[in-house]
């Protein structure tokens, strides 16, 4: 089910108690001299597309709300942002009026880093106003971590930025977009000393060419395996959601 293709009389009748509110958020964002601005807003969408298409009854996914809190890219340019306290904001407002409408479970599905602190603060606020509903958020690289890091052949296993993953994945998705004359790896220095310590930089501090990762080492065939796990990951979640008690 996608809410933006229905009227309000087919909204009414999807099962509150019975489906889960899927919503995508992203960026539109600078990601190094080979993607698109769009990248993670193209991603975190096909992912979000294929639960519903393998779970279109259970599933009211929602239109992707791409405006992200990306100020730590905005000294590159190529970046729209809202600001952290405006981004809490608009997540409370996109949550609160389906929970009024009755709806029970909620899964902000993230595609976008800067994203993760904005997305946990909000779920905090909106879970005090309604305890008794099911508000939950995940990075989708976060529920696939174990998959997705099987599947990376460079040094890095985790989710950069204009990396091995995202570029593989645009690859697969939107080929045409990625600039491969471009594609340069660009490798954080080695700090094991500070490991466990969260370094308030933005990307043109921390990067060369604002990726971070081993975009050298994509290629689309794994950007189709790359989704295909995070598409399965998600909907297994999401199966597990629908059969979890709502609080109490």
Request: negative net charge.
């Amino acid at each position: 089910m996608r809410f933006q293709e229905m009227t309000w009389p087919l909204l009414r009748q999807v099962p509150r108690d019975k489906s889960l509110v899927l919503a995508p958020i992203a960026a539109c964002e600078q990601h190094s001299r080979h993607l698109p601005t769009f990248t993670d807003t193209i991603l975190v969408t096909a992912v979000a597309e294929g639960v519903e298409q393998r779970l279109p009854q259970q599933v009211l996914l929602l239109p992707t709300q791409w405006m992200g809190a990306s100020s730590h890219h905005l000294r590159f340019g190529a970046t729209l942002s809202a600001e952290v306290d405006t981004h809490i904001d608009m997540l409370c407002d996109l949550v609160e009026p389906l929970v009024q409408d009755g709806h029970e479970r909620v899964l902000i599905l993230n595609g976008h880093g800067g994203n993760i602190d904005t997305m946990h603060v909000a779920l905090r606020r909106l879970q005090t106003r309604y305890p008794q509903k099911q508000l939950t958020a995940a990075s989708y690289w976060e529920l696939a971590e174990k998959e997705l890091a099987q599947l990376a052949e460079g040094p890095r296993k985790s989710m950069g930025h204009a990396c091995e993953f995202e570029t593989s994945m645009i690859m697969a998705l939107r080929p045409e977009l990625v600039r491969k004359e471009e594609i340069k790896d660009d490798v954080p220095p080695a700090e094991p000393a500070l490991r466990g310590l969260f370094i308030c930089e933005d990307m043109k501090q921390r990067t060369r060419q604002g990726a971070v990762g081993y975009p050298e080492k994509a290629t689309p065939e794994k950007g189709r395996a790359f989704l295909q796990a995070a598409i399965e990951r998600t909907v297994e979640v999401v199966q597990a959601l629908l059969k979890r008690p709502l609080p109490g």
